[in-house]
Protein backbone atom coordinates (compact mmCIF):
# COMPACT_ATOMS: atom_id res chain seq x y z
CA UNK A 1 0.00 0.00 0.00
CA UNK A 2 1.49 2.81 -1.42
CA UNK A 3 1.59 6.30 1.16
CA UNK A 4 0.98 9.21 -0.48
CA UNK A 5 0.47 11.71 2.70
CA UNK A 6 2.86 12.85 6.22
CA UNK A 7 1.17 15.05 8.82
CA UNK A 8 4.10 16.67 10.93
CA UNK A 9 2.87 18.43 14.08
CA UNK A 10 4.88 22.31 14.21
CA UNK A 11 2.00 23.71 16.74
CA UNK A 12 4.12 23.54 20.32
CA UNK A 13 5.46 26.30 22.16
CA UNK A 14 9.07 25.37 22.27
CA UNK A 15 9.37 27.30 25.77
CA UNK A 16 13.21 25.92 26.10
CA UNK A 17 14.17 28.43 22.80
CA UNK A 18 12.87 31.97 24.18
CA UNK A 19 12.75 34.26 23.19
CA UNK A 20 13.94 33.26 19.71
CA UNK A 21 10.71 30.81 19.48
CA UNK A 22 8.85 33.86 20.29
CA UNK A 23 8.52 35.26 16.65
CA UNK A 24 9.72 31.96 14.83
CA UNK A 25 9.34 28.15 15.39
CA UNK A 26 12.27 25.92 16.29
CA UNK A 27 11.60 24.23 13.23
CA UNK A 28 13.42 27.18 11.34
CA UNK A 29 16.32 26.72 13.36
CA UNK A 30 18.78 26.73 10.82
CA UNK A 31 21.44 23.48 10.64
CA UNK A 32 24.00 24.89 8.99
CA UNK A 33 22.55 26.80 5.73
CA UNK A 34 18.90 25.33 5.95
CA UNK A 35 16.15 25.12 8.37
CA UNK A 36 15.48 21.91 10.06
CA UNK A 37 11.85 21.36 8.87
CA UNK A 38 13.42 21.38 5.17
CA UNK A 39 15.80 18.74 6.04
CA UNK A 40 12.65 16.56 7.27
CA UNK A 41 10.54 17.71 3.99
CA UNK A 42 12.97 16.25 1.82
CA UNK A 43 13.59 13.39 3.56
CA UNK A 44 9.76 13.15 3.33
CA UNK A 45 9.45 13.88 0.11
CA UNK A 46 12.03 11.74 -1.44
CA UNK A 47 10.10 8.61 -0.35
CA UNK A 48 7.14 9.65 -2.90
CA UNK A 49 5.03 11.25 -0.55
CA UNK A 50 2.58 13.61 -2.45
CA UNK A 51 0.64 15.28 0.29
CA UNK A 52 2.28 16.93 3.57
CA UNK A 53 0.11 18.40 6.54
CA UNK A 54 1.69 21.06 8.78
CA UNK A 55 -0.31 21.48 11.89
CA UNK A 56 0.48 24.67 13.06
CA UNK A 57 -0.63 27.49 15.47
CA UNK A 58 -2.97 30.47 14.23
CA UNK A 59 0.00 32.38 14.78
CA UNK A 60 2.20 30.89 11.85
CA UNK A 61 2.84 33.21 9.24
CA UNK A 62 6.74 31.91 8.48
CA UNK A 63 5.94 28.36 7.27
CA UNK A 64 3.26 28.83 4.24
CA UNK A 65 5.78 31.49 2.88
CA UNK A 66 8.68 29.50 2.98
CA UNK A 67 7.25 26.77 1.04
CA UNK A 68 5.13 28.58 -1.60
CA UNK A 69 6.63 30.10 -4.67
CA UNK A 70 8.16 33.16 -4.87
CA UNK A 71 8.76 34.09 -8.24
CA UNK A 72 9.91 37.80 -7.82
CA UNK A 73 12.89 36.56 -5.88
CA UNK A 74 13.45 33.21 -8.45
CA UNK A 75 13.68 35.81 -11.33
CA UNK A 76 15.99 38.51 -9.29
CA UNK A 77 18.29 35.03 -8.20
CA UNK A 78 18.66 34.14 -12.25
CA UNK A 79 19.30 37.95 -13.22
CA UNK A 80 22.08 38.05 -10.57
CA UNK A 81 23.71 34.87 -12.35
CA UNK A 82 22.35 32.68 -8.68
CA UNK A 83 20.65 30.17 -10.91
CA UNK A 84 21.17 27.00 -9.04
CA UNK A 85 20.06 28.36 -5.68
CA UNK A 86 16.76 29.36 -7.83
CA UNK A 87 16.81 25.77 -9.06
CA UNK A 88 17.04 24.22 -5.24
CA UNK A 89 14.20 26.80 -4.15
CA UNK A 90 11.82 25.60 -6.65
CA UNK A 91 12.75 21.91 -6.12
CA UNK A 92 11.86 22.82 -2.29
CA UNK A 93 8.66 23.99 -3.39
CA UNK A 94 7.41 21.73 -6.17
CA UNK A 95 8.67 18.71 -4.24
CA UNK A 96 5.07 18.01 -2.24
CA UNK A 97 1.77 19.41 -1.72
CA UNK A 98 1.39 21.41 1.29
CA UNK A 99 -1.43 21.76 3.56
CA UNK A 100 -1.70 23.51 6.81
CA UNK A 101 -3.88 23.03 9.65
CA UNK A 102 -4.38 25.05 12.54
CA UNK A 103 -4.50 23.73 16.01
CA UNK A 104 -5.63 26.75 18.21
CA UNK A 105 -4.59 25.66 21.48
CA UNK A 106 -1.91 22.79 22.74
CA UNK A 107 -4.12 20.04 23.20
CA UNK A 108 -1.76 17.28 22.27
CA UNK A 109 0.07 15.85 19.57
CA UNK A 110 -2.73 13.18 19.29
CA UNK A 111 -5.40 16.16 18.78
CA UNK A 112 -2.65 17.39 16.00
CA UNK A 113 -2.78 14.24 14.28
CA UNK A 114 -6.45 13.59 14.43
CA UNK A 115 -7.36 17.55 12.93
CA UNK A 116 -4.71 16.92 10.25
CA UNK A 117 -5.86 13.18 9.18
CA UNK A 118 -9.80 14.79 9.09
CA UNK A 119 -8.96 15.93 5.93
CA UNK A 120 -8.86 12.76 4.17
CA UNK A 121 -10.47 9.28 4.84
CA UNK A 122 -9.32 5.85 5.41
CA UNK A 123 -6.07 5.98 4.29
CA UNK A 124 -2.28 5.08 6.02
CA UNK A 125 -0.11 8.02 6.61
CA UNK A 126 2.84 8.99 8.19
CA UNK A 127 3.50 11.31 10.72
CA UNK A 128 6.90 12.80 11.25
CA UNK A 129 7.79 15.42 14.64
CA UNK A 130 10.56 18.06 13.81
CA UNK A 131 12.04 17.64 17.19
CA UNK A 132 14.32 15.03 16.32
CA UNK A 133 16.85 15.13 13.11
CA UNK A 134 18.48 11.56 11.73
CA UNK A 135 21.42 11.94 9.64
CA UNK A 136 22.12 9.08 7.50
CA UNK A 137 20.17 6.38 5.89
CA UNK A 138 16.46 8.15 5.71
CA UNK A 139 13.99 7.89 8.74
CA UNK A 140 10.99 8.15 6.62
CA UNK A 141 12.37 5.51 3.67
CA UNK A 142 13.48 3.29 6.59
CA UNK A 143 9.41 3.32 8.05
CA UNK A 144 8.07 3.04 4.70
CA UNK A 145 9.83 -0.37 3.95
CA UNK A 146 8.99 -1.63 7.52
CA UNK A 147 5.21 -0.75 6.76
CA UNK A 148 5.36 -2.40 3.48
CA UNK A 149 5.69 -5.90 5.58
CA UNK A 150 2.45 -5.80 6.47
CA UNK A 151 0.41 -2.87 6.47
CA UNK A 152 0.19 -2.81 10.31
CA UNK A 153 1.60 0.82 12.06
CA UNK A 154 5.08 0.93 12.62
CA UNK A 155 6.90 2.79 15.37
CA UNK A 156 10.16 4.17 14.92
CA UNK A 157 12.39 3.39 17.84
CA UNK A 158 16.31 4.07 18.66
CA UNK A 159 18.53 2.47 21.27
CA UNK A 160 19.41 4.96 24.00
CA UNK A 161 21.85 5.01 27.09
CA UNK A 162 20.72 3.93 30.28
CA UNK A 163 20.97 7.30 32.03
CA UNK A 164 18.51 8.63 28.89
CA UNK A 165 16.01 6.16 29.43
CA UNK A 166 13.57 8.35 31.81
CA UNK A 167 13.67 10.90 28.66
CA UNK A 168 11.39 8.94 25.84
CA UNK A 169 8.36 6.77 25.86
CA UNK A 170 10.11 3.20 25.42
CA UNK A 171 8.70 0.23 24.11
CA UNK A 172 8.78 -3.75 25.46
CA UNK A 173 9.45 -5.72 21.91
CA UNK A 174 8.62 -9.29 21.87
CA UNK A 175 11.88 -10.11 20.56
CA UNK A 176 15.48 -9.07 20.10
CA UNK A 177 15.87 -7.50 16.00
CA UNK A 178 15.67 -4.57 14.06
CA UNK A 179 11.76 -5.01 13.47
CA UNK A 180 9.62 -6.54 16.04
CA UNK A 181 6.22 -6.26 17.28
CA UNK A 182 5.51 -4.14 19.90
CA UNK A 183 3.55 -5.47 23.23
CA UNK A 184 3.85 -2.29 25.39
CA UNK A 185 4.84 1.34 25.58
CA UNK A 186 5.74 3.18 28.97
CA UNK A 187 6.07 6.92 29.32
CA UNK A 188 9.18 8.12 30.54
CA UNK A 189 9.80 5.30 32.85
CA UNK A 190 12.49 4.95 35.41
CA UNK A 191 16.01 3.25 34.07
CA UNK A 192 15.06 0.28 36.57
CA UNK A 193 11.52 0.07 35.47
CA UNK A 194 12.00 0.35 31.85
CA UNK A 195 10.99 -2.50 29.16
CA UNK A 196 14.39 -2.00 27.09
CA UNK A 197 16.23 0.82 26.26
CA UNK A 198 14.22 0.92 22.81
CA UNK A 199 13.21 5.23 22.74
CA UNK A 200 10.27 5.74 20.74
CA UNK A 201 12.15 9.43 18.25
CA UNK A 202 8.64 10.82 16.71
CA UNK A 203 8.49 8.69 13.62
CA UNK A 204 5.90 6.89 12.57
CA UNK A 205 3.67 5.27 9.94
CA UNK A 206 0.07 4.75 10.90
CA UNK A 207 -2.92 2.46 8.98
CA UNK A 208 -6.48 4.05 9.35
CA UNK A 209 -7.26 2.16 12.78
CA UNK A 210 -5.13 5.12 14.37
CA UNK A 211 -7.38 7.32 13.29
CA UNK A 212 -10.35 5.52 14.67
CA UNK A 213 -8.61 4.99 17.88
CA UNK A 214 -7.75 8.55 18.62
CA UNK A 215 -11.61 9.28 18.69
CA UNK A 216 -12.17 6.40 21.10
CA UNK A 217 -9.65 6.47 23.63
CA UNK A 218 -9.27 8.59 26.77
CA UNK A 219 -7.12 11.58 27.06
CA UNK A 220 -3.68 11.23 29.37
CA UNK A 221 -4.24 12.39 32.95
CA UNK A 222 -3.88 16.27 31.80
CA UNK A 223 -6.61 16.24 29.60
CA UNK A 224 -4.02 16.28 26.39
CA UNK A 225 -4.91 13.55 23.38
CA UNK A 226 -1.76 12.20 22.59
CA UNK A 227 -0.32 9.44 19.86
CA UNK A 228 0.69 7.33 22.80
CA UNK A 229 -3.22 6.94 24.11
CA UNK A 230 -4.32 5.56 20.65
CA UNK A 231 -1.35 3.31 20.98
CA UNK A 232 -2.07 1.75 24.65
CA UNK A 233 -5.70 1.93 23.28
CA UNK A 234 -4.89 -0.41 20.10
CA UNK A 235 -2.91 -2.75 22.33
CA UNK A 236 -5.35 -2.87 24.70
CA UNK A 237 -8.00 -4.05 21.94
CA UNK A 238 -5.78 -6.22 20.24
CA UNK A 239 -4.86 -4.42 17.91
CA UNK A 240 -0.90 -4.50 16.11
CA UNK A 241 1.88 -2.36 16.56
CA UNK A 242 5.50 -2.80 15.25
CA UNK A 243 8.84 -1.33 16.19
CA UNK A 244 11.19 -0.27 13.42
CA UNK A 245 15.12 0.55 14.83
CA UNK A 246 15.87 3.57 12.71
CA UNK A 247 19.39 3.90 11.26
CA UNK A 248 21.31 7.01 11.22
CA UNK A 249 22.93 9.48 14.02
CA UNK A 250 20.09 11.08 15.80
CA UNK A 251 20.00 14.12 17.23
CA UNK A 252 17.62 16.22 19.80
CA UNK A 253 16.88 19.71 18.38
CA UNK A 254 14.30 20.34 21.28
CA UNK A 255 17.30 21.35 23.36
CA UNK A 256 20.18 23.92 22.41
CA UNK A 257 22.55 20.87 23.10
CA UNK A 258 21.29 19.06 20.74
CA UNK A 259 21.11 21.63 18.43
CA UNK A 260 24.53 23.12 18.21
CA UNK A 261 25.81 19.04 18.14
CA UNK A 262 23.79 18.68 15.04
CA UNK A 263 25.36 22.08 13.64
CA UNK A 264 28.76 20.60 14.17
CA UNK A 265 27.96 17.20 12.61
CA UNK A 266 26.01 19.01 9.67
CA UNK A 267 29.14 21.06 8.94
CA UNK A 268 31.76 18.51 8.94
CA UNK A 269 29.74 16.40 6.72
CA UNK A 270 29.48 19.16 4.52
CA UNK A 271 33.79 20.04 4.67
CA UNK A 272 33.36 22.90 6.99
CA UNK A 273 36.19 22.41 10.04
CA UNK A 274 36.96 24.34 12.87
Excluded: W
Amino acid sequence: MKITKAILPLAGAATRFLPFSKAVGKHFLPIVDRPAIQILVEQIAATGIEEIFFVVSPHEKILPKYFSADENLNELLRARGKSEIAKELKKLENCARFFFVEQNAPRGDGDAVLRAAEKFENESFAVFFADDLIFGESPPEQLLRAFEKNGKTVVGVQKVPETEVGNFGIVRPDRDGEHFQILDFAEKPAAQKAFSNLAVVGKYVCAPEVVDALKNCARSADGELRLADAFQFLLKNEGEIFGQVLNGERFDLGNPRGFLAANFFAARRKGIDF
